[in-house]
C-alpha cells in the first residue's frame, strides 16, 4: 500500500505544524473576562477564545476551534505569544502580525514564533485563516472595557 506523502512547502514549516499537532492552551478558563468567537466559513475555521485579564496584564488564555493547520496554529502560537502580555502589548502585536501578513511586512522580532506564518501572506485567502484567532481576540477584548482599556496600560 502507498500513500502519498503530503507535500510540504513553506506555508507549513515545522514549528506551523508542531502548534497544529499539540496546540498551546486548547481547552476552556474556569473564570474567563472575555470571551469571543469567530468563523472563517471560507475555509470552514472556527474559533472561540477565552481570556483572563487581571489588571491590564493577559494573565490566561484558552481556545477550542476546529478548521485548517493554518488556523489552528496561528490560534495556538497567539495565546503562546500573548498570554503574560499587557492588553496594550497584544494589541501592538496582532498589529505586527496584521502587517506581515497583509502588508507582507519584515517580521518584526517581537513576534517570535508567530513569524513562522510569514509564507501566508502569499496566499491571500489563507490570510483569513491565519488572522481569524486575532479578530476573535479583538472582539474579545471589546467585550468589557472596564479593565481593558486603562490608560495606563504599559
Ligand atoms: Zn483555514
Not at 114 to 131: D, I, S, T
Request: net charge negative.
Amino acid at each position: 500500500m502507498s500513500r502519498a506523502e503530503p507535500q510540504f512547502d513553506e506555508l507549513y514549516r515545522e514549528v506551523i505544524l508542531d502548534h497544529y499537532r499539540r496546540p498551546r492552551n486548547a481547552g476552556s478558563l474556569e473564570a474567563p473576562t472575555h470571551q469571543a468567537e469567530g468563523a472563517n466559513p471560507v475555509c470552514g475555521d472556527e474559533i472561540e477564545l477565552d481570556v483572563a485579564i487581571d489588571g491590564n496584564v493577559i494573565c490566561e488564555m484558552a481556545f477550542r476551534g476546529q478548521g485548517c493547520s493554518i488556523s489552528q496554529s496561528s490560534a495556538s502560537m497567539m495565546t503562546e505569544r500573548v498570554c503574560g502580555a499587557t492588553v496594550a502589548e497584544a494589541r501592538r502585536v496582532m498589529q505586527l502580525f496584521e502587517a506581515q501578513l497583509v502588508e507582507s511586512a519584515e517580521p518584526d522580532p517581537a513576534l517570535g514564533d508567530l513569524e513562522a506564518l510569514q509564507g501566508v501572506a502569499q496566499f491571500p485567502v489563507r490570510v483569513k485563516c491565519a488572522l481569524l484567532c486575532w479578530k476573535v481576540l479583538h472582539a474579545a477584548l471589546e467585550t468589557n472595557d472596564n479593565e481593558a482599556t486603562t490608560p495606563q496600560g504599559v
